[in-house]
């Protein structure tokens, strides 16, 4: 049998298991465990997975996958919840929606923008694994096209967001991008195994990790800005009262489908490319979204466009990160590869032949990942108005407790308390940054991509094409064309204002 | 200027975190008490190296998962993920803990030795307490379907063959292989796992690679890749029968060390009568009829050497690598 043929009795047969009393609770169970695991800060998605393994033991391997894809599903949008509203992400790939999302909050429109979240995440969701599952062969072929050269112009199109991002002035951005790749190469170097910048402490072998410092970063110094001002993170004076519940984000969404629909394709993409990792994915389609968005200079103060593609691409690069699992039995994230861990623990063999052996399986994992998206939609939804309360509680009340949860979540990570340090040194550099107008997501992005950036760029140089194989080859150069051309739009585009007004 | 208030929030937080580093400590102090008497009395921490999902990660939870029908009731044995630095982490944690029985590892062999040849480390693999091995896993070098190269022999012949590797450390045996063979290779370093390198080599950025045959076995099967030396192996493997070892190679000593070893270990004077507990329940473990059958089904191979068995065998092992530190050199930093 072909790999991607549907075959339709197994999938409603499978689909059974899941329409019935049992199957609805466990689809429920994984939903909820998968979005408290995504919304606390230092969970995510692939350690709720971790903790409910040793749940599955007595259950079938396709229940188990019910369970599983449901927790892990559900995650993705779980993490958008305290980017909007506390400002940090509850995991890397959803640091994107921090750029607009917090700003609704200050604003006095989280309900919007969480809103818009679960609306896109859902809508993402769906789109990215549908696109996914009926185009396995087509689409393993054009991954296929991606070598070294496309996966650092993919990260370099990561990077030159920060010529975009409009905190600050263009050169206090690029410094920060500047400092934050500095950092991303202290620690072992990826290629030799070398040591760099590591003065002998033996934590820093690894590199600074970058989910505490992206707490650190963020989150602390939110606390600290709180603390000093005093004031709840929504200024209700200035924000609008109106219009700002759940369901003004749904219509929002609804409205820029569009836009949805061409996220949720560049994260499909994205997701499915092994290798490139889904955490440029937000980036690479906010980006987009604010290059081709009319009336576009509200993107960083509030948009809620802004949310909506970070979280579309975020949700259906999952759907695209299932490609490479099926076509080639590669994990193509770190949530894939615990589900195929999973499965090989349910005595499940995971190669190519799981199509032919286990397709109920396969097929379980995309309905619970699908339904997961509708539960989640529903919980989060419902949920939406009383979460966005949390950012009208008074700072003396609200910053210890955020600040506790940081850096308890910063140690649950890894159970290091390294990780707890690098937290609190990175929320004192945060609170600085913040301070003088340096762009704290440029930071984050050039420590977040900074290393894969180095690997791919150097790959490129070991092969045979040398510093040309960026060039001769058709996608990198297009990508590179690409790259270019964005980083020089908004250039000309503000010239070209500049020249109208002074007429 | 900086206000009052500032000033004095500033100084509330600094005493909120002194307080959160103290206290979390205090707590922990208590809880470490260990009474040599009923051993185990609390959780088993089997630390690995590697991330969720993989090799590792799949081998060490199958264990904890049926070792807990031969632990006393409420002993559970808990696997913890402590990834980085190409497993130094993981072994630098099991080898100074205290040797109470109640931390174990599965450290990466003969990886974890090659730092030490050249440079001191945290650790000493020829110290710790071996408790068993899993599995012998031979290394396979494989040449990818679309390469130019469809034979060994193309590839000893070759100017520059493409090699995808992970890193230098982890695919030190790989490296001698090559150099024994006579392969000029020319390698890509950086791929995050093996999987990714296997597949660099798939879509035409690489000609051969060399890894576990466990961890290429699928590609096999699948006819992705052509198997065409096998390392580290007394015989031929049956799934691939066809392909020669290097001994009848012609390099017999070589092929004596270029397996790898999946193995658990404890710190270094681990008590004999916990090491003895600990072996006998592990291989109990092993041979649990509910185990095998996960471990054909889920082509998890197992072929268990008891705790002194692994010390035997690991031991000129890792002598026989210092005659190639000359060559290793070269590679390993």
């Known amino acids: 049998m072909e790999i991607g043929m549907f075959d339709a009795d197994v999938f409603w047969a499978t689909l059974k298991i899941m329409l019935n009393a049992r199957g609805i609770l466990i689809l429920l169970a994984g939903t909820v465990i998968g979005m408290i695991f995504g919304a606390i800060p230092g969970l995510s998605g692939v350690t709720a997975m971790v903790v409910l393994i040793p749940m599955t033991f007595g259950m079938d391997p396709v229940t188990a996958m019910l369970l599983l894809g449901a927790a892990y599903g559900a995650a993705t949008y779980g993490g958008a919840v305290p980017a909007i509203l506390i400002n940090t992400p509850g995991e890397p790939p959803n640091a994107a929606t921090v750029l607009d999302g917090f700003p609704m909050s200050q604003r006095g429109k989280s309900g919007t923008a969480l809103g818009a979240a679960a609306t896109a995440s859902t809508l993402g969701g769906f789109i990215g694994l549908i696109v996914t599952f009926c185009f396995i062969p087509l689409l393993a072929k054009f991954v296929m096209a991606f070598s070294y050269p496309e996966f650092f112009m993919m990260t370099f199109f990561g990077l030159s967001i920060i010529a975009v991002l409009g905190e600050g002035t263009l050169l206090k951005g690029l410094a920060a991008g500047g400092f934050g790749i500095l950092l991303s190469c202290v620690g072992y170097d990826p290629m030799t195994s070398e040591l760099r910048y590591t003065f002998g402490i033996e934590y820093l072998w690894d590199g600074i990790e970058v989910v505490p410092a992206l707490f650190g970063l963020l989150a602390i110094g939110e606390v600290m800005d709180l603390l000093v001002k005093k004031k709840p993170i929504a200024d209700l004076k200035t924000g609008p009262q109106k219009g700002v519940g759940v369901w003004s984000g749904v219509i929002a969404t609804l409205k820029n489908s569009f836009l949805v629909l061409r996220c949720s394709g560049i994260g499909t993409i994205i997701g499915a490319i092994p290798g490139v990792g889904g955490t440029v994915a937000g980036f690479i389609s906010y980006m987009h979204a604010k290059q081709t968005c009319r009336n576009n200079e509200n993107f960083g103060k509030g948009d809620v466009r802004g949310v909506i593609a970070s979280e579309a691409a975020n949700d259906a690069k999952e759907g695209g990160a299932l490609l490479p699992t099926l076509a080639f039995g590669i994990p193509g994230s770190a949530g894939m590869a615990v589900f195929l861990g999973a499965l090989t623990l349910h005595g499940i063999d995971t190669g190519q032949d799981i199509f032919i052996a286990n397709l109920d399986v396969v097929y379980m994992l995309l309905i619970s990942m699908l339904g997961c998206h509708i539960v989640a939609a529903i919980i989060g939804l419902s949920l939406a108005d009383k979460m966005a309360l949390l950012t009208k509680i008074r700072p003396v009340l609200f910053a210890p407790i955020l600040f506790l949860v940081c850096l308890i979540g910063s140690f649950a990570l890894r159970n290091s308390v390294g990780d707890v340090i690098v937290t609190l040194l990175f929320g004192l550099l945060g609170y600085e940054m913040r301070k003088f107008g340096f762009s704290r997501i440029a930071l984050i992005l050039g420590l977040l991509l900074g290393n894969m950036a180095e690997i791919s760029f150097r790959q490129t140089l070991m092969t045979e094409a040398k510093l040309l194989g960026f060039f001769i080859r058709p996608i990198s150069l297009i990508l590179f064309l690409l790259i270019l051309l964005s980083v020089i739009l908004p250039f000309i585009q503000s010239y070209r204002r500049r020249r109208i007004n002074e007429k | ?333």
């Not at chain 2, 979390?24 to 089997?46: C, M, V």
């Not at chain 2, 002993?75 to 993920?81: F, H, P, Q, S």
């Not at chain 2, 041979?287 to 002194?308: I, T």
Request: glycine letters at 8%; a positive charge; aromatic letters at 8%.
């Open chain 2, 1 to 333: 200027m900086k206000s009052g208030k500032e000033v004095k929030m500033k100084r509330t937080l600094i005493v909120c975190l002194v307080g959160l580093l103290v206290i979390p400590g205090f707590l922990l102090s208590f809880t470490s008490e260990a009474s040599a008497e009923d051993y185990p009395s609390k959780d088993i921490r089997l630390i690995i190296g590697g991330k969720p999902g993989g090799g590792f990660d799949t081998y060490a939870r199958a264990i904890g998962r049926y070792m807990k029908k031969y632990l006393p009731e409420g002993v559970n044995v808990i696997v913890e993920n402590r990834p980085g630095a190409g497993h130094k982490i993981a072994i630098t944690m099991v080898y100074n803990s205290e040797p109470d029985g109640y931390t174990i590892g599965m450290p990466m062999m003969p990886g974890l030795y090659f730092p030490q040849m050249f440079e001191e480390q945290k650790y000493d693999m020829t110290k710790v307490t071996w408790l068993v091995t899993i599995l012998k896993d031979p290394r396979v070098l494989a040449i990818a379907p679309n390469s130019k190269f469809k034979t060994l022999k193309d590839l000893q012949q070759a100017e520059s063959v493409r090699v995808p590797i992970v890193g230098f450390s982890s695919e030190t045996g790989v490296i001698l292989a090559n150099e024994e063979l006579g392969i000029k290779a020319n390698y890509i370093s950086g791929h995050k796992n093996s999987k990714e390198a296997v597949l660099a080599a798939l879509r035409g950025d690489g000609d051969a690679v060399g890894f576990t045959f466990g961890s290429l076995r699928k590609f096999f099967v699948q006819k992705q890749l052509i198997p065409v030396a096998v390392m580290g192996s007394e015989k031929r493997i049956s799934a691939i029968s066809e392909v020669p070892t290097l001994a009848e190679l012609g390099h017999a000593e070589m092929n004596e060390i270029l397996g790898t070893y999946r193995v658990l270990a404890g710190p270094p004077n681990l008590p004999a009568e916990r090491t003895k507990y600990l072996r006998d329940t592990i291989w109990k473990t092993l041979s649990d009829p509910e185990f095998v059958a996960w471990s054909k089904q889920a082509k998890r191979p197992v072929e268990a050497l008891d705790g002194e068995a692994t010390a035997k065998a690991l031991a000129p092992v890792m002598k026989g690598y210092t005659k190639y530190k000359d060559i290793l050199k070269k590679y390993v930093k």
